[in-house]
């Protein structure tokens, strides 16, 4: 990804794209790769990875993968201590 200053980078369309949802395909069980977004049409670079099945952000984030080795490692990070407040690891 290119930088632009402190952010990150971007993605290949250079701004913010449209969602993709193909009700086939959603949240549910260990390691989805979904899109992050904060509403409709949001989505730029940023991806979350589920630790257990999400229905409620079905139709609200676009999924696009699913984990297909190292589940291992997904269970080892749900593991560590967050703060309770923000969800932050400590």
Known sequence: PGTK?????S???EKPFADE???RLTHT???IVSMANSGPTTNG???FITYKSCAHLNR???????????LEILR????IPTDKETDRPL
């Open 5 to 9: 200053g402190k952010d990150g980078g």
């Open 11 to 13: 993605s290949i369309w």
């Open 21 to 23: 949802f193909d009700d």
């Open 29 to 31: 069980g260990c390691g």
């Open 45 to 47: 670079r940023q991806f």
């Open 60 to 70: 609200k984030h676009s999924v696009f993968g699913k984990v297909a080795g190292g």
């Open 76 to 79: 080892r990070m749900e593991q």
